[in-house]
């Protein structure tokens, strides 16, 4: 296991034991005690990446991408979608050109 899915997945349990929290002493409890405020700000942290990318600032790219997957994982946990939900999908897709994925979504 890579060492970034091992940290992901260390987070993904913390962010589970953060549900039901109260959400005035943890802000991850209050993300997922607020699923719109939780995609906002993945939004914005995909922004943040994107400008960090653009920008070729790598160190601001790393933290800006620890961001976004942060809230990308607290943003699926409050819409009760798994992680092994998002692993069947990209498994589905394996061995399946991006053209040819992309097409048979359409309709």
Do not use: F
């Not at 943040?48 to 800006?64: C, F, N, P, S, Y």
Request: glycine share 6%.
């Amino acid at each position: 296991m890579s060492r970034l899915a091992e940290v992901l997945t260390r987070l993904s349990a913390v962010i589970e034991r953060r549900k039901g929290a109260d959400p005035a002493a943890s802000y991850t409890a209050r993300l997922l005690a607020d699923p719109d405020l939780a995609a906002k700000k993945l939004g914005e942290e995909a922004v943040e990446t994107v400008i960090a990318a653009v920008k070729r600032d790598q160190d601001a790219l790393a933290a800006e991408s620890a961001d976004l997957l942060y809230h990308w994982l607290v943003t699926l946990a409050a819409a009760g979608v798994a992680l092994d939900d998002v692993a069947a999908r990209l498994e589905a897709r394996e061995g399946v050109s991006g053209h040819d994925e992309k097409a048979s979504r359409k309709g």
